[in-house]
Antibody
Framework: EVDLVESGGGLVQPGGSLRLSCAAS????????MSWVRQVPGEGPEWVAY????????SYVDSVKGRFTISRDNAKKSLYLQMSSLRAEDTALYYC?????WGRGTLVTVSS | DGQMTQSPSTLSASVGDRVTITCRAS??????LAWYQQKPGKAPKLLIY???TLQSGVPSRFSGSRSGTEFTLTISSLQPDDFATYYC??????FGGGTKVELK
């Protein structure tokens, strides 16, 4: 059974950094495209970034380009999102996705 | 660039109505599309994946189809529990803007 477990969220000041992790199990991680999605309560979900199975290709929504970096470690079956220069508008619940499978999310709050 | 155009943004309907929501992809995405239902304060719930495969446990009144780059979610007979917001998503990419199904 597919399981995706995010961690690393928390409270951070504007301009700060945070690294999210996603531990994957129940599928062949090294063969799957992975992505991060976020959602602000009361708003629709927003795709943030994806990464190719071998890590050779990534893509980002315009609002995070240059600030966020998606990466993966196939040996550890883990997905990461390095977030820097964080802004108040980055406050959201962040989910790890594989195709139609979602993790339970980790909350990121950017506030002074 | 993978963006999804979803319509309508709001839909007013009555219990028992047949409801259709459409998403158009900006390029060919084959069947790599999912449909979600979301209610306030809850995480999105997967309804359809692979454009037309019903997720286990989802009522059969929900169905999905594809014609080229146009995808459709149909609710054959709207039930009280179906009043919610619906989103399409290309796998590992953009969501549609959402369709709020409200009571007429």
């Amino acid at each position: 059974e597919v399981d995706l477990v995010e961690s690393g969220g928390g409270l951070v000041q504007p301009g700060g950094s945070l690294r999210l992790s996603c531990a994957a199990s129940g599928f062949t991680f090294s063969r799957k495209w992975m992505s991060w999605v976020r959602q602000v309560p009361g708003e629709g979900p927003e795709w943030v970034a994806y990464i190719k199975p071998d890590g050779s290709e990534t893509s980002y929504v315009d609002s995070v380009k240059g600030r966020f970096t998606i990466s993966r470690d196939n040996a550890k079956k883990s997905l990461y999102l390095q977030m820097s220069s964080l802004r108040a508008e980055d406050t959201a619940l962040y989910y790890c996705l594989m195709d139609q499978y979602w993790g339970r999310g980790t909350l990121v709050t950017v506030s002074s | 660039d993978g963006q999804m155009t979803q319509s309508p943004s709001t839909l007013s309907a009555s219990v028992g109505d047949r409801v259709t929501i459409t998403c158009r992809a900006s390029r060919n995405i084959d069947n790599y599309l999912a449909w979600y239902q979301q209610k306030p304060g809850k995480a999105p719930k997967l309804l359809i994946y692979g454009a037309s495969t019903l997720q286990s446990g989802v009522p059969s009144r929900f169905s999905g189809s594809r014609s080229g780059t146009e995808f459709t979610l149909t609710i054959s007979s709207l039930q009280p529990d179906d009043f919610a917001t619906y989103y399409c998503q290309q796998y590992n990419s953009y969501f549609g803007g959402g369709t709020k199904v409200e009571l007429k």
